[in-house]
């Protein structure tokens, strides 16, 4: 009677830290969309706040992860990975939570059978992988989002400057009249600009909290101008058609890839939802092998070919450029 007690509320304990966990993960990875929506960026929300401008300044670097000064937890990768992930949650919270998500699904894992011996070696690995794993996909997003949003901002810089605006006046209008991420990041640039840094070390201070693939292109444009002259309106017009052809381009082919894709799905979710079908129509079919030691390395084995095989799959189908 105490071994049955303590099984079933193992279960119970492992199920409700997983759900607190993963929800406490999904707020993680959602929170802040509707920032995202909104017209107006988290730099002019924090003007609104009867900050000063050099405040406003200090907080968006600290929470950019610019001058901050490394911890034990502050590992160089992770460091940029969270940065350009836009993540303004401190790092080692971060991985406090990340951990904590591990731990619980390891723990649910135990409580639904696997052994304890398997669960301790899956639990290091899983414990370094998530963080990794949260912080590109964060990345990838919001460099979707700030590709989507260059075109528009260059093309604004171009009609400032017809207009007979300096360029610091210009990428400083784009700080106020558009969201973020970009909102925010050009103006960080206007705000270093005017506390003295140089227009192209901003520049490049904002390439490495981004890391975004086209910036380059951005960053060298100013910098000639600036060493050599030129007439950047055009420069500038031309650069934000390049990039808006290579958007297009980019969901051209993310198309035509699409039944690559589609397979991939299909293929992982056909023994999944096979598994699923089985323990609702025969129960005991897989409860009584489920402590066997046979049945996880077999598990094992299936994720990693199902891993090996989306992961070509995926290559396949991708486009670089």
């Given at each position: 009677?105490?071994?049955?007690?303590?099984?079933?509320?193992?279960?119970?304990?492992?199920?409700?830290?997983?759900?607190?966990?993963?929800?406490?993960?999904?707020?993680?990875?959602?929170?802040?969309?509707?920032?995202?929506?909104?017209?107006?960026?988290?730099?002019?929300?924090?003007?609104?706040?009867?900050?000063?401008?050099?405040?406003?300044?200090?907080?968006?670097?600290?929470?950019?992860?610019?001058?901050?000064?490394?911890?034990?937890?502050?590992?160089?990768?992770?460091?940029?990975?969270?940065?350009?992930s836009?993540?303004?949650?401190?790092?080692?919270?971060f991985?406090?939570?990340?951990?904590?998500v591990?731990?619980?699904?390891?723990?649910g894992?135990?409580?639904?059978?696997?052994?304890?011996?398997?669960?301790?070696?899956?639990l290091?690995?899983?414990?370094?992988?998530?963080?990794?794993?949260?912080?590109?996909?964060l990345?990838?997003?919001?460099?979707?989002?700030?590709?989507?949003?260059?075109?528009?901002?260059?093309?604004?810089?171009?009609?400032?400057?017809?207009?007979?605006?300096?360029?610091?006046?210009?990428?400083?209008?784009?700080?106020?009249?558009?969201?973020?991420?970009?909102?925010?990041?050009?103006?960080?640039?206007?705000?270093?600009?005017?506390?003295?840094?140089?227009?192209?070390?901003?520049?490049?201070?904002?390439?490495?909290?981004?890391?975004?693939?086209?910036?380059?292109?951005?960053?060298?444009?100013?910098?000639?101008?600036?060493?050599?002259?030129?007439?950047?309106?055009?420069?500038?017009?031309?650069?934000?058609?390049?990039i808006?052809?290579?958007?297009?381009?980019?969901?051209?082919?993310?198309?035509?890839?699409?039944?690559?894709?589609?397979?991939?799905?299909?293929?992982?979710?056909?023994?999944?939802?096979?598994?699923?079908a089985?323990?609702?129509l025969?129960p005991?079919?897989?409860?009584?092998?489920?402590?066997?030691?046979?049945?996880?390395?077999?598990?094992?084995?299936?994720?990693?070919?199902?891993?090996?095989?989306?992961?070509?799959?995926f290559k396949?189908a991708?486009?670089?450029?």
């Amino acid at each position: 009677m105490v071994e049955e007690f303590t099984t079933v509320h193992l279960v119970y304990a492992a199920a409700a830290i997983c759900g607190i966990l993963i929800a406490e993960a999904a707020y993680l990875l959602f929170a802040g969309r509707s920032d995202r929506r909104s017209t107006i960026n988290r730099r002019m929300k924090l003007q609104q706040s009867q900050l000063s401008q050099e405040q406003v300044l200090i907080q968006l670097r600290k929470e950019r992860g610019v001058g901050t000064s490394r911890s034990v937890f502050s590992l160089a990768r992770l460091r940029d990975l969270r940065t350009q992930s836009g993540l303004v949650m401190p790092l080692a919270k971060f991985l406090m939570a990340t951990s904590g998500v591990a731990f619980a699904l390891v723990l649910g894992a135990i409580a639904m059978g696997l052994s304890m011996r398997f669960g301790l070696l899956a639990l290091p690995p899983l414990t370094l992988a998530l963080p990794f794993l949260v912080l590109r996909f964060l990345r990838k997003k919001r460099h979707k989002r700030f590709g989507i949003q260059l075109p528009e901002a260059l093309e604004l810089i171009t009609r400032s400057l017809k207009a007979g605006h300096p360029v610091p006046v210009a990428i400083a209008m784009v700080a106020r009249e558009m969201p973020d991420p970009i909102g925010t990041e050009f103006g960080l640039i206007a705000d270093e600009v005017t506390y003295g840094s140089d227009l192209v070390t901003a520049l490049n201070n904002m390439f490495q909290r981004v890391g975004h693939e086209d910036l380059p292109l951005f960053v060298t444009a100013v910098s000639i101008q600036a060493t050599t002259g030129g007439n950047l309106r055009e420069i500038l017009d031309g650069l934000a058609t390049v990039i808006r052809e290579r958007g297009k381009l980019r969901r051209k082919v993310k198309s035509i890839s699409t039944e690559g894709r589609m397979s991939a799905y299909i293929l992982t979710a056909v023994p999944m939802l096979l598994a699923l079908a089985m323990l609702i129509l025969v129960p005991d079919m897989y409860g009584a092998v489920i402590g066997e030691p046979l049945t996880w390395y077999l598990l094992g084995a299936t994720g990693f070919w199902l891993f090996l095989g989306n992961f070509m799959m995926f290559k396949m189908a991708s486009f670089r450029f």
